[in-house]
T-cell receptor
Framework: QKEVEQDPGPLSVPEGAIVSLNCTYS??????FMWYRQYSRKGPELLMY????GNKEDGRFTAQVDKSSKYISLFIRDSQPSDSATYLC????????????FGKGTRLSVIA | DGGITQSPKYLFRKEGQNVTLSCEQN?????MYWYRQDPGQGLRLIYY???????QKGDIAEGYSVSREKKESFPLTVTSAQKNPTAFYLC?????????????FGNGTRLTVT
């Protein structure tokens, strides 16, 4: 079993839809969870950063962490064509010498 | 504006040649990283450095080398020993020396070796 699993998509939705992106993981030591957005031919940019379980909201974006199920989600409300990108989840246990572990990314297209 | 600069954006080389990718940051970050991104593979860590004059191998270090002589700079050399060098290379940095901190990425260098 891979340490972090993420459905690569592609996922295509109409403008205005609610989008749900998800990752599952196997390492129960993970406690820091991040979502990055990557536009084509660009570097990833940090979108959301959460610690432990719970929800975090930032504008149209909500990140959820369920540590009991080892499952994290990113919700995008009122999706826009500008949200079309690849979304990568990343996580770590927080120990000093353990690099971030990335999912493979989900490619999202929002159709106008 | 603070950020990470990777140059060049596109790089073409012949097989058998070494090539060096540049990464400069003006964010005053201690830690710097190199990742390789291939379609369907996600991000794979090549090397990282938490302090000047020190660096550690990541998951796929074979065929690559790095140096960290200055805090701001972390160049990556792709050697002729790297069997599949064609890829998108991303440099990143983070504020603290621990590798679990959020990363700030450059916009990548697309290397094509023929």
């Amino acid at each position: 079993q891979k340490e972090v699993e993420q459905d690569p998509g592609p996922l295509s939705v109409p403008e205005g839809a609610i989008v749900s992106l998800n990752c599952t993981y196997s390492n129960s030591a993970f406690q820091y969870f991040m979502w990055y957005r990557q536009y084509s031919r660009k570097g990833p940019e940090l979108l959301m950063y959460t610690y432990s379980s719970g929800n975090k909201e930032d504008g149209r974006f909500t990140a959820q962490v369920d540590k009991s199920s080892k499952y994290i989600s990113l919700f995008i409300r009122d999706s826009q064509p500008s949200d079309s990108a690849t979304y990568l989840c990343a996580m770590s246990a927080g120990s000093r010498n353990t690099p971030l572990v990335f999912g493979k990314g989900t490619r999202l297209s929002v159709i106008a | 504006d603070g950020g990470i600069t990777q140059s060049p954006k596109y790089l073409f080389r012949k097989e058998g040649q070494n090539v060096t990718l540049s990464c400069e940051q003006n964010l005053n970050h201690d830690a710097m990283y190199w990742y390789r991104q291939d379609p369907g593979q996600g991000l794979r860590l090549i090397y990282y450095s938490q302090i000047v004059n020190d660096f550690q191998k990541g998951d796929i270090a074979e065929g690559y080398s790095v140096s960290r002589e200055k805090k701001e700079s972390f160049p990556l050399t792709v050697t002729s020993a790297q069997k599949n060098p064609t890829a998108f290379y991303l440099c990143a940095s983070s504020t603290v020396r621990g590798v679990d901190s959020p990363l700030h990425f450059g916009n990548g260098t697309r290397l094509t070796v023929t």
